[in-house]
């Protein structure tokens, strides 16, 4: 297919087979222990997270997803046509309503989704070329960063980087500054960046949507140690941990943890790693930080990139901010 290009990112070989996994030596052998988020989405946690999309409690996606559908048409013309690089696609389900605004402006269709999990990538880019016959998909399966040193080589037209779902909450404050100056290195003058932030809202409606009722949050955290079964050979038991989350208050975030529902020890035999768990020690595998669109904007304008526009609900629970460089 001429429409479609998938490349699959890696660090140079030399770097890769000394430091693969090296992320996860480092977060089990540090007190309090970690694990890094990317390790949720393999094929079975991409489509795991799928399902939390859907929760009743998870209010996250159909809260933006309305705020989309309702400014997409409006966020088309204050760009004007320009290709659309994604950060953690998945299934790019929110991104047609975007496809279809510049669509309906008659602007040429390019979309550049960028995600960790190459399946997911696959997938959903087979489903839109069927469904957008003028489109054309560059995917890129890599990290955020390989895939945006990636960016600044290449280039085609004007831009704008799409970072929706509030996946910038998942990146603690360090982080996410990197990742900002990293996206404003990326972008020339004038160019576009739409960022969707979950804002800060009652630990009622919080907690709830990161610990459901059906428990699929629950799976999705837990699938995490299945994943690195998998790649490392490790000998994670399932049974033995516990899906723990909750509203850290004085932080604005939430805090997913695995906790360890007794004294256990895990090897993972192609790292070379033995890790012994007291009970009830925890793993934290992912902060979800809720943010306030003022200092949010204000983080935005010092980094260079300038908010040309915001949109929210009514209930002001999710923001979406367009920026200009
Ligand atoms: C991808 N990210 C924005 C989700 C979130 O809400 O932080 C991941 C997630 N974790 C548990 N539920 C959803």
């Known amino acids: 297919e001429q429409r479609l290009q998938i490349q699959r990112l890696q660090a140079p070989t030399r770097v ?9 030596v480092k977060g089990l052998t540090q007190t309090p222990k970690t ?50 690089v994604e950060l953690g696609s998945g299934n790019s389900t929110k991104t047609r309503i975007l496809l279809d605004a510049y669509q309906q402006l008659d602007y040429p269709l390019r979309y550049l989704p960028i995600d960790v999990c190459a399946g997911i990538l696959e997938s959903s880019a087979k489903q839109l070329l069927q469904d957008y016959p003028s489109l ?18 290449k280039k085609l037209s004007s831009r704008m980087i799409c970072f929706i779902g509030s996946t910038l909450g998942n990146l603690n404050l360090q982080e996410c500054d990197v990742f900002l100056s990293q996206i404003r290195a990326t972008l020339n003058v004038g160019e576009y960046f739409l960022l969707g932030v979950d804002l800060q ?14 428990g699929v949050t629950a799976e999705f955290n837990l ?21 723990w989350a909750f509203y850290n208050e004085s932080e604005q975030r939430i805090e997913m943890h695995l906790k360890s529902e007794r004294s256990q020890t895990v090897q993972l035999k192609s790292l070379n790693l033995t890790v012994n768990f007291a009970q009830g020690e925890t793993i934290l595998t992912e902060i979800s930080r809720k943010f306030n ?10 980094k260079g990139l300038i908010p040309v526009q915001t949109w929210t609900d009514t209930n002001q629970w999710f923001g979406l901010l367009l920026c200009q460089v």
Request: glycine share 4%; proline share 4%; with cysteine.
């Open 136 to 153: 054309e998909i560059y995917a890129l399966a890599g990290t955020y960063e390989l895939a945006l040193a990636q960016l600044t080589t």
């Open 35 to 84: 694990l890094p988020p990317c390790y949720f989405y393999d094929d079975r946690g991409s489509e795991l997270f799928e399902r939390i999309c859907e929760l009743p409690e998870y209010y996250v996606t159909r809260t933006e997803t309305a705020i989309l559908r309702r400014f997409a048409g409006e966020i088309a013309r204050i760009t004007g046509a320009c290709e659309l």
């Open 293 to 302: 669109l003022e200092s949010i904007q204000q983080q935005l304008a010092a």
């Open 16 to 24: 890769v087979t000394s430091t693969a996994g090296s992320d996860v």
């Open 223 to 243: 699938n995490m140690l299945e994943h690195l079964n998998r790649s490392f050979e490790g000998n994670f038991d399932t049974t033995q941990f516990k899906h």
């Open 201 to 214: 809202k009652p630990k009622e409606i919080l907690e709830p949507a990161y610990d459901d009722s059906q």
